[in-house]
């Protein structure tokens, strides 16, 4: 039996400085500036490096204007940051160093009201807003739909309501929409439904993944995607991550896992796993304890040794 045809390159959004690092004790911005700068140089192109949050309500984002203001500049790499709101959006178009913004809603109401406290209606109308404000300064907005694959609270999601989302997302001004798995709780199937029903809807598309390895099956829907047509996917250095709104989400996929699972493939993602596992093992000093990325622990403990046993 034929295997199914995969892409030649997929892109990868590293979320690890920004989902991965909000719930773990503060880390100085300088430090955490010089994680995104050793992703950047594991060929990294794109890096959600902060969240313009309330620094109250989420300490370890704190300082996010400092880590913006010292990454240079360049061509080649997209920095972006998630921001909750208009405030958030106006601060970080601010720094004049974000390349991209990230905004969510859940597919899921009741989940939606605990994450950031506002109806799915409420959060589409603040997304046009900084949609708006984002277009003003040609920085794009993508729309990342939370529980696209189920809810913690609801259960199964309809395809159809998270298309129709989508719909909305766009609608309001999304350059691009992003279905997350946040409980790990998708599956081929449903992550079949979910892309065929928005392929009917917005057939100009191409949603991008935010996988979660809650279950151990993160690559396995990962291949389901490839197979699918799915070129853009988000990762986090090192596994870290995961919503603190639902228990068990566990974390996200690791970069470093990704790539690797991908070069034996022959899928083309520019990032190299040797310096990528130097960012990891910097990324475990600066949490403090290891991290649960299968990688790291094949290359050992603290991420030294060479990759060459994973690669084909």
């Not at 160093?97 to 597919?107: F, I, K, N, Q, Y």
């Not at 729309?143 to 609801?154: K, N, Q, R």
């Amino acid at each position: 039996m034929a295997l199914p045809t995969l892409p030649r390159s997929v892109s990868i959004r590293e979320v690890g400085p920004r989902d991965g690092l909000q719930g773990e004790r503060p880390i100085d911005p300088s430090r955490r500036a010089e994680l995104v700068l050793a992703l950047r140089a594991a060929g990294c192109t794109n890096i959600e490096a902060v969240s313009f949050v309330s620094e109250k309500a989420v300490p370890p984002m704190a300082g996010a204007r400092e880590v913006i203001e010292r990454l240079p500049r360049t061509s080649e790499s997209v920095i972006t940051a998630l921001v909750p709101n208009l405030r958030g959006a106006e601060a970080a178009l601010a720094t004049g160093g974000v390349d991209e913004l990230t905004v969510t809603v859940a597919a899921s109401a009741v989940y939606n009201e605990r994450n950031v406290h506002r109806t799915i209606e409420e959060s589409v109308d603040e997304i046009r807003r900084i949609a708006d404000a984002a277009t003003a300064q040609l920085v794009p907005v993508d729309a990342v739909i939370s529980c696209a694959f189920g809810s913690p609270y609801e259960g199964g999601i309809p395809a159809a309501d998270v298309a129709a989302l989508a719909r909305r997302l766009v609608d309001a001004g999304s350059s691009a929409v992003t279905l997350a798995d946040t409980t790990g709780v998708a599956t081929p199937k449903t992550i079949e439904a979910v892309l065929r029903e928005i392929a009917q809807v917005l057939p100009g598309l191409s949603p991008g993944l935010h996988l979660h390895e809650t279950r151990g099956t993160a690559l396995a829907n990962a291949y389901a995607s490839l197979a699918l047509g799915v070129t853009r996917f988000d990762t986090s250095v090192g596994g870290l991550g995961g919503s603190p709104f639902a228990d068990g989400a566990g974390g996200n996929l690791a970069t470093e896992d990704f790539v690797a699972w991908l070069d034996s493939l022959s899928v083309h993602t520019g990032i190299d796993l040797d310096t990528l596992l130097i960012a990891a093992r910097m990324t475990a000093e600066l949490v403090g304890r290891e991290l649960p990325s299968k990688v790291r622990a094949i290359s050992g403990v603290n991420g030294a040794g060479s990759s060459a046993i994973l690669r084909p």
